[in-house]
């Protein structure tokens, strides 16, 4: 879990991190505690869509007024970390009219939604598999074009949505949709420790928080402060990192032995392997890398066999077996 939601950090066009398993594993927390590990962005001063004030939005309100010169005024935020309620009205996730404003002075004034806040950085669904269907299909339409369309109200607002989309579920109380599902890059199970240590090492460190939280935190804010700069190196080295012909061979063979549907799985298993080359300072993308992160990134791709194992890991690790190990 900890790795996927690192190489998401690093490379958001993987397609972002599902995270299901067992009730009080620390899915949440985990994934809450991802913010802090992230450098800050630069955005457009007061705009409620996080523009980048090098490459504002061309239909911003806020950054490209109607008849108006531009304000570019710039700041430096926190990575945007929303998250996504379960019982969100559509108002509240694509946006709608401000009505305390409309009744005020009669004018028609558009107030964003999640979806705007999200923009360029992460959108966090708990028990992602009991959203309901009317907000899966606003996520998928969203995710799919970057944008979010409102027409509604006599408005008709175009602004841009593009965020890791990062989702947590106990997948006993249901499935997720197919179309839902296909959008996330990698997909990690939790289970719960059966290491009698680990156990031990959970009760330590939750009693240590509890008694003293200052101290906790300053404890570990080195280790984190390591790892965020590791993160920021590894993207720095993501455009020079070498990818030769037979590891996209080998990727497409994988794939095409799993019976995946469509191409996202070769797209996230690549770009996967070249963010953990990243990661490791690693320049060149090889057989380790693929390995690593193959089961996350297609174990959850794959029709569904009666008459195979219940989980799709053992087939991922077979074709892994039959394209390495022959």
């Known amino acids: 879990m900890t790795q996927a939601l690192v190489l998401a950090a690093i490379d958001p066009r993987i397609g972002g991190v599902l995270v299901l398993g067992d009730r009080g594993t620390g899915k949440s927390t985990a994934i809450r505690a991802l913010a802090a590990l992230l450098p800050s962005i630069r955005v457009v001063a007061d705009c409620l869509y996080n523009c980048d004030p090098d490459c504002p939005a061309a239909d911003c309100p806020h950054c490209r007024p109607p008849g108006a010169a531009p304000r570019l005024r710039a700041q430096t935020v926190p990575v945007p970390t929303i998250d996504l309620p379960l019982g969100a009205t559509e108002d509240r996730v694509v946006g709608a009219l401000d009505l305390e404003r409309a009744l005020a002075d009669g004018a028609k004034r558009f107030e964003p939604g999640l979806l705007a806040r999200a923009h360029r950085g992460f959108l966090y669904i ?38 890791v989309l990062v989702g947590s579920g106990n997948p006993e109380e249901g499935d997720l949709r197919p179309q839902l599902l296909d959008r996330f890059g990698l997909a990690v199970e939790v289970t719960t420790p059966t290491v009698l240590a680990q156990r031990i090492e959970v009760l330590r460190r939750r009693e240590a928080f509890d008694t003293d939280p200052d101290a906790f935190l300053q404890h570990w804010s080195g280790p984190e402060l390591v790892l965020r700069e590791r993160i920021v190196a590894a993207r720095a080295r993501l455009a020079a990192v070498q990818t030769p012909e037979p590891v996209l061979e080998s990727v497409a063979r994988l794939c095409l032995s799993l019976g995946t549907d469509g191409l996202r ?62």
């Open 126 to 163: 708990d028990e992602v598999n009991l959203l309901e269907d009317h907000l899966v299909d606003l996520l998928l339409d969203v995710a799919a074009s970057g944008e979010n369309l409102v027409e509604r109200e006599g408005l008709s607002i175009r602004h841009p949505s593009r965020f």
């Open 265 to 326: 799985g070769e797209l996230s298993l690549l770009r996967a392997a070249r963010a953990l080359a990243c990661f490791q300072d690693d320049p060149v993308v090889d057989e380790h890398h693929l390995r690593a992160v193959a089961i996350p990134a297609l174990r959850h791709r794959m029709r569904r066999n009666p008459l195979d194992e219940g989980s799709a890991t053992p087939r991922v690790e077979r074709a892994l077996a039959e394209l390495y190990d022959a």
